[in-house]
């Protein structure tokens, strides 16, 4: 199943209401950036944004999270049970006592790996989550070119996780992507086995939103 998240980090802020009732009724949920200026060199959202976000749409969000500490940001988050949070592995003290928590919260832990980390890193702690998240793009930034080195990545997590045994293929696992997703690569990434697509400039930078959503489901669905 393609499942595509709009990253209102590329929306018209002006308009974000608007934005997202439009979008509601074609896509999975919402993805919602947080950075902190420091493990980022980017300043965006915190709880009260996400809070915001969740009195206009009832569809799942997932939250990504690009700040260092993230165990602090945790516990004060309410999200749906079909929402996943998102973790780097580089700023993660912790993964199993992080991965516990979000699953007490009833929300899908979710665990993300930066372009220039080894997917090795992680390895060790795939039976912990059920999400993995493979950056595309240097984190911090919308509207950057995919990097084509991602694919290797994801390909080489694909190929551990069959060796493994840890089933990707009854969705226990579901492995997704952000950075530089549209048209061009849709299809190819689907095709490799990727579910879950964090969408900005591929749905934003088009003036008919929803013809472009529309446009990159039936792309990943070609395969």
Known sequence: MINIYPSLISADLMNLEKEIKLLEPYCTGFHIDVMDNHFVPNLTWGKMFIDAIGKITKKPLWVHLMIDNPSIFIDTLVLSPESILTFHIESASDVKKLSR???????????AVSPKTPVEKIFPFLDL?????????E?????????????????????????SKLKVSDLRIKISVDGGVGRENIGELAKIGVSDFAVGSGIFDYKNR??????????????
């Open 101 to 111: 928590r979000i699953k007490e919260k009833n929300i899908i832990p979710s665990i």
């Open 139 to 163: 984190p911090g930034f919308s509207g950057q070119c995919f990097l084509q080195s991602s694919k290797s990545k994801i390909e080489k997590l694909f190929s551990h996780v069959n060796i």
């Open 129 to 137: 989550v059920d999400h993995i998240l493979i950056m595309t793009v």
């Open 210 to 223: 929803v013809e472009a959503i529309k446009k990159l489901y039936e792309l990943a669905k070609k395969i």
